[in-house]
């Protein structure tokens, strides 16, 4: 929206030293652009995909590791929340307004910021690594019944 102006802070700072997947960054920036006062946007993963040029899954796993950085949320099917540090605002007032509103441990320039994203993606990537032994013992469960 051309009428956003400001910002609680720097979005390319707050963000600089995570290690977000590159199209990331990219949906993050869409969103961003294209988003109501205050951060909400309705928009669907394939419209997303289609402004970037990227697959649904590329954009899944974005929007995935944007939650997991806590940069936007999914309120549920497309509508999305950016967290309010990041999001455009018609004033400044109503820019810092909105980090007042937050809880200290959502605010993303708390000094556990990138500590707590990179735990986040570890944890996620810990129970992607759990479905998939799950899955692989019962395959072998069934093959062993099946041998039997």
Sequence with gaps: ???LHFAAVNA??????????????????????????GGRIEIDQVTIAQLLGLSRAAV????R???????????????YQINPMLAG????????????AMPSEQ??????????????????????AEKRRR???ERRRQIFRAVS
Excluded at 65 to 79: C, E, H, M, N, P
Excluded at 112 to 127: G, I, L, P
């Design 1 to 3: 929206m051309s009428g």
């Design 12 to 37: 390319e700072g707050v963000v600089a030293d995570l290690d977000l997947l590159p199209a990331a960054y990219r949906v993050l920036l869409k969103l961003r652009a294209h988003s109501e006062p």
């Design 60 to 63: 899944n796993a974005a929007l």
């Design 65 to 79: 590791d944007l939650d997991l950085a806590q940069l936007v949320k999914k309120q549920r099917a497309g509508i």
């Design 89 to 100: 605002y018609l004033s400044p007032e109503d820019a810092v307004a909105a980090v007042r």
């Design 107 to 128: 605010r993303l320039n708390a000094p556990d910021f990138v500590e707590r994203y990179k735990s986040a993606v570890t944890a996620y990537q810990d129970q992607l």
């Design 135 to 137: 899955k692989d013992d």
